[in-house]
């Protein structure tokens, strides 16, 4: 019976787990522990039934004070609903656009979670970049999927309250802000509504919150503004269980945000928010009036909530370990009250977030350590990984293993091989596990095997993100599993459930396999077990571009993901292109080792001008792989794996070019010195160290990378080395700069001022304002060709205000906005020019889009 018991709830945990609800380490994190004050705080939060959801559009744009406040201050249950990853932002710490940008700003908003306290949920919406308008920002989402996916996190969370960053109108300034408090608003009802999404009932029921406000902000108010409609709190409160202040923590959480350049000092002292009533019951004193938070909210709960608050009352901080007893009693009555195992009872998830909490706490207050970590790094499907299995308890309470199942595997489960575990003494086990390939996923109510699309073999059952596992659209991510929608990450790939008797209580426990290592400098160190196919091919270089029929190497590596893959590698071509050889055989006997395969790639009569693709595709055992490898490795986060399509875009354009050195002074980070030498030029990459007027004669252009002045504080210093090299004949190109925080106030030869101003129509149609200016037609002629086939949009940050010494070049506007002409500006400067350009190179050239490198040809063959 006790052995049935047990198995049941290893399921409720594994179910809890897998939904988010359970408060236990995050992919690659060490063990979490637990301070004593932060197990009281725990307890107390145990006691507390409410949820807050917190709405807006992108990674950063939530309010961390308040959510800090939420979490730790009000002890309610509080997520962030963010309606995008910013995929279409810009990367300060590193090359990474798009999707990997994504990965890594998603990263940074569990890294600010796990520092405020709250929880991180997301919808498909792709951020396909600035939007001006939430008409223009509805016509590349699609509306109903963004609203469907809104109305499936309220129903799951239940939310007493919403609150949403922005307000629905032009005020938020942003087409993706108005949109996500718009989609806020309809939600709010529509998740009340059993005829909305019916699909979703089979997993969960309508939710109708309590009350939807708008959280108002500095940036909104004015001095002078009449308040008094507004609902006023303080969450600047110090908190002594943490000892720090709501600000404190919302400075740190926002820290994570590196690659924005969002390191935040601290606030102290009183900090008022503000909110505007948007729906529902309005409140006059409080964010949560008229809910009840207490465990009498839940039939039957009004005991549990007595015998928490006996747990707090006995609580001695010197010797958690005492409450176990207590809390372990808990365990059963919270089970039963979450509507496990009660076909009359539906789930709530709020009481089903207060059982994981239970069996953390318990956890906690035994000083209870547990990991299982993998030999390896990765591991491909059907192939054998050896694991290690470790506990230990580090408290004076009675504690057995039970059993630890892993899959179909089970360790242990009859009296015999009981583990008892002494005061301090640990317990290892190993174990040896297939990893399937076609892995169970634990549901609600059933179990349901993962189905995977034919048409994309080389991500069947890894560790891909599951966002990006099915081709999406410009402005949706594609995903089919409606369990699925709304998380933050993947699932762990391979999980350990342990089950405990603690007390005479069955108490299960659920860690993901993490691989653990060792490094010389940072010292014990997680990261994710990744799951990976059998071989995966990366192509070298981001865009090959032909502006002559001369062949060009492509190398092509390729990866094993386990020991003695062959077969055969290729490149698919479009018609007319030709490449040798045509096929190679491979075989690579070890685990992880590299082979670099060198193709020539050369266009012939019937290749067509412009932009095509190539593809490389490895054939094993009958089986196509077209899919990389890529890590994403930074210090404040996990690290993360991609397997991005193993293509690369091919260009073949007329293009001329002048002159041959280029210098090249990074900023934030991008591709465009691999561009500038796929069109024949020599690059030096330069560290402020190498600005010397000496130095500099050399070049025939010199080019400063997005956000130069943004990034490198010794410009402020260097700037008139710069400008001397330009008096003596130089070639200076800046590349956009960020209007706010520039390391100087002028950062050209006369007077500029930067601003916020773009075109965000990647296919503005250009009126050119001087049409014999040699920026258009030495030595590439410019026409509006070459601004067909932009991504994302045409340009950012254009100068609003400039000195007549500068000249116009071009003209570009979004439908119903005045033209804006600063999108290039050249200026003579002694015997040479300098040229500012707002114009998304960064973007087009990795894209491979013909008419960007005819422009920046053109720029950096100026003079010459």
Known sequence: MRTRLLHVALLAALFITNSSLLVGEAAAQAPKTWSSSEILLGLKKLNVLGSALYVAAHPDDENTRLIAYLANGRLVETGYLSCTRGDGGQNLIGPELREGLGVIRTQELLAARRIDGGRQFFTRANDFGFSKTPEETFTIWDKEQVLSDMVWVIRQRRPDVMITRFPPDGRAGHGHHTASAMLAIEAFSAAADPKRFPEQLQYVQPWQAKRLLWNTGSFFVKAGDDMSGYLKLDAGGFNPLLGQSYGEIAARSRSQHRSQGFGSSAQRGEALEYFQPLKGDKATTDLFEGVDMTWNRVPGGAAVGKMIDEVIRKYDPANPSASVAALADLHQPIYKLA???????????????????????????????????????????????????????????????????????????????????????????RMRYTVPMAEAEPLLHKVQVKKFSAAMPSVLNTSQPYWLVQPGTTGMYQVSEQQQRGKPENESMVTVQMAFMINGKGIPLTVPVQYKSTDPVEGEKYRPLTVVPPVMVNVGGHAYVFADNQPKTVPVTLRAGKAGVKGTLALSLPKGWTAEPASISFELAAKDAEQTVQFRVQPGAGAAEGKSELRAVATVDGQAYARGYQTIAYTHIPTQTLFPEAVAPLVKLDLKRKGQEIGYLMGAGDEVPDALRQIGYTVTLLKPEDLTEPNLRRFDAVVLGVRAYNTLDRLKTLQPTLLKYVENGGNLVVQYVVSRGTVLPQIGPYPLTLSTDRVTVENAPVTFLNPTQPLLNTPNKITSKDFEGWVQEQGLYYPSQWDPKYQTVLSSNDPGEPAKQSAILVADYGKGHYIYTGLSLFRELPAGVPGAYRILTNMVSLGR
Not at 351 to 364: F, M, N, P, S
Not at 391 to 416: C, F, I, T
Request: aromatic share 4%.
């Open 339 to 429: 509507g496990f195992g009660e076909k009359k009872r539906s789930y709530d998830p709020l009481v089903g977030a207060k059982l994981g909490a239970v069996d953390e706490l318990i956890r906690a207050c035994l000083g209870l350590h547990i990991e299982a970590t993998a030999a390896e790094p990765s591991v491909v499907p059907g192939q054998p990984l050896l694991l290690t299995i470790g506990a230990l308890n580090r408290s004076v309470v009675p504690v057995q293993l039970l059993n630890v199942q892993l899959g179909e595997y089970m360790h242990g489960g009859n009296d015999s091989t009981v583990k008892k575990m002494l005061t301090n003494e640990g317990i290892s086990i």
